[in-house]
């Protein structure tokens, strides 16, 4: 008699048990314990979980048992870096909000996307707009000119979208305005992203001077002159320099994603 066919439904929900029991075991199961404890044949078993170890959900230790894969591994090392890095700036946005009156962002690369990670509001409600979660392109954010200028994320090699009226469109004038960036220390925008919207965000380094994210400052255009943004740019520069050394974020590699 021919075994029932397993839909795609119940072949997605073993492998879903099978790989959280493996992420909330106390000690790395066996193949063994795995199949009893669900009540699989061991050749299904076997099969669910050599699928999920190809696609980096699972691995294997000497024995043979069972632990998180490298993909999970390293999504969770990413997200506690981020936490981490939240907990120690927030203070330097709350400052920078307070002193300039205009919004502070926190943010590091994303996939392909500048990735807010934190905000702090100033106190005017004119321009104050929630950039958590807006996917912001490299090349029209004060962020995302910081993240390039320091090799956080490769120069794009593609078109240049066209976001406001003032967005640099070739990749030679990004090349130029990337290496004032690294000389000055510091990058703006002018309704660049956005038809109205200014911004000047500066790098936040590790412990060994690698860049790791950007904090900016960003409002309206009518309330900045040329003179103010580079004010904001040393503010910004000299707010993260209070941060002590022995505080700062030691990480064995960038955070985020090029």
Not at 23 to 28: H, R, S
Not at 203 to 209: A, D, I, L, Q, W
């Amino acid at each position: 008699m021919a075994k029932p066919e397993v839909s795609g439904t119940q072949a997605i929900e073993r492998a879903s048990a099978l790989l959280i029991h493996i992420i909330e075991a106390a000690k790395p199961p066996l193949l063994g314990e795995l199949s009893t404890a669900h009540e699989l044949p061991k050749s299904t078993s076997s099969r669910i979980l050599g699928a999920l170890e190809r696609e980096g959900l699972v691995q294997r230790d000497r024995a043979g048992a069972y632990l998180p894969g490298s993909v999970l591994t390293r999504f969770a090392r990413q997200r506690n870096l981020e936490l981490d890095l939240v907990t120690q700036m927030r203070p330097v946005l709350q400052r920078l909000a307070e002193k300039s009156g205009e919004t502070a962002n926190l943010a590091i690369a994303g996939n392909g996307y500048v990735e807010m990670i934190d905000q702090v509001d100033g106190r005017y409600l004119l321009g104050a707009t929630n950039w958590i979660g807006v996917s912001v392109p490299y090349h029209c954010s004060a962020l995302g000119k910081v993240l390039l200028a320091y090799g956080v994320v490769k120069i794009p090699t593609g078109k240049l979208v066209k976001r406001g009226p003032q967005t640099i469109t070739t990749h030679s004038r990004l090349l130029a305005e990337l290496e004032s960036v690294r000389r000055q220390g510091f990058a703006t925008i002018k309704d660049e992203l956005e038809e109205g919207l200014v911004a000047v965000a500066a790098p936040v380094r590790e412990s060994n001077g690698a860049v790791i994210g950007a904090i900016s400052i960003s409002g309206p255009t009518p309330r900045f002159t040329d003179k103010q943004l580079s004010n904001l740019g040393e503010l910004i520069i000299a707010e993260i320099a209070r941060i002590h050394p022995k505080d700062q974020l030691h990480v064995t590699g960038k955070v985020g994603a090029a």
